[in-house]
């Protein structure tokens, strides 16, 4: 299963090759600075998944790390 930001980013890529595909660089060049921030997006939605995860169970050290790991594949 993929996560929101992680079908956000995909639909970003494909909209950066379709605008350059059909001449539209501005347009592409725009989406593709905003893919160049996709780690650091991704990696605070983890966190928060993580942290959600975390605060709905008492052992709160590896519970969200692990629910992450289940659902995300990671």
């Given at each position: 299963?993929?996560?929101?930001?992680?079908?956000?980013?995909?639909?970003?890529?494909?909209?950066?090759?379709?605008?350059?595909?059909?001449?539209?660089?501005?347009?592409?060049?725009?989406?593709?600075?905003?893919?160049?921030?996709?780690?650091?997006?991704?990696?605070?939605?983890?966190?928060?998944?993580?942290?959600?995860?975390?605060?709905?169970?008492?052992?709160?050290t590896t519970w969200?790390?692990?629910?992450?790991?289940?659902?995300?594949?990671?």
């Amino acid at each position: 299963m993929k996560t929101a930001m992680q079908l956000l980013f995909e639909e970003f890529e494909s909209l950066s090759k379709a605008s350059r595909n059909a001449g539209d660089i501005e347009t592409a060049g725009l989406i593709d600075f905003l893919c160049e921030r996709k780690a650091v997006a991704l990696e605070k939605e983890k966190e928060q998944i993580i942290n959600a995860a975390n605060s709905t169970y008492e052992d709160k050290t590896t519970w969200g790390e692990r629910y992450y790991k289940q659902k995300y594949g990671e």
